[in-house]
């Protein structure tokens, strides 16, 4: 199965009623990656796509230059199963290009620094890394903030997507950005990663002694009840470094070397 025909999948489970339960936005095109999934050796891993990449901080729909993915508004469509081959060309080029167009990089810019030094990069002709999700469609509401029911039934109904991407892939190595991705994935993979507490990576508190960091690494080779073909090599941290609560630059940097390190060790 090929990026347009899981898009095309994804479309029909875009038109299920019970999806507007579970906040996910409707008029929002799923989004099966960040970057050109068919060049990267490395990706890294997050839950679900934000809102902010379909919405302004006034909730109102990306247009024009600002625009990062499609959605029914723009490819004139009144709901998913008028979809036509062009429109899920036009899906798929969007997810793909993403980094050549107006990439959320406030986000990524922090992430792209963990494996710069394994010669890695989102950007660029060149570019040999992507992002992807275990859940392929924006929510209105926070991962964070949705029920655990909300959370179980996404995982459920779209799990075998990321499997499917993975399978027909070149991706080598999957960097696991925080503890909710890394026990997410542990459960729809069926895996346990071995689990090590890392001194460099403690974030300093006054209070306390400080909080734990933890480096995590293993293998998959199914995801969501698919077949892998292989094995994929996995790298996690229980830090999220965009959004944990004083993440120094020391301990990003060490995270950085740890996953520089570990990379360069697979593509040898």
């Known amino acids: 199965m090929n990026a347009r ?15 507007i339960d579970l906040s996910v936005i409707p008029w929002a095109a799923p989004v099966i990656s960040f970057g050109d999934l068919s060049k990267a050796r490395v990706a890294t891993l997050g839950l679900n796509p934000s809102n902010r990449e379909f919405v302004d901080v006034s909730n109102r ?47 990524f810019r922090a992430l792209e620094k963990l494996f710069l030094d394994a010669g890695v990069s989102y950007y660029g002709m060149f570019s040999d890394a992507c992002h992807l999700d275990l859940v392929p469609f924006a929510t209105s509401t ?17 799990g075998d997507a990321l499997g499917l991407l993975l399978r027909d892939s070149s991706i080598e190595v999957l960097v696991l950005n925080g503890q909710a991705v890394i026990d997410n994935l542990q459960q729809v993979s069926n ?36 077949d892998l073909g292989r094995e994929v090599s996995v790298l996690g941290y229980n830090h999220n470094i965009q959004s944990s609560f004083g993440v120094t630059s020391q301990v990003k940097m060490a995270i950085q070397k740890w996953i520089s390190h570990h990379t360069n060790e697979v593509f040898c």
């Open 191 to 226: 895996r346990s990663f071995k689990k090590e507490v890392v001194a460099e990576w403690i974030l300093p508190r006054r209070s306390s002694d400080g909080v734990l960091g933890y480096a995590y690494t293993g293998k998959i080779n199914q995801v969501g009840g698919v």
């Open 61 to 107: 729909e990306l247009m024009g230059s600002e625009r990062r993915f499609q959605t029914l508004n723009s490819l004139g469509l009144s709901k998913w199963s008028q979809a036509k081959p062009e429109h899920i060309d036009q899906i798929v080029d969007a997810c793909f290009g993403y980094f050549d167009g107006n990439p959320y990089d406030g986000w």
């Open 142 to 158: 926070k991962w964070g903030a949705l029920t655990t029911r909300q959370k179980a039934q996404l995982l459920s109904l779209s």
């Open 5 to 19: 025909e899981i898009v095309q999948s994804l479309l029909v489970r875009l038109d299920d009623p019970a999806l």
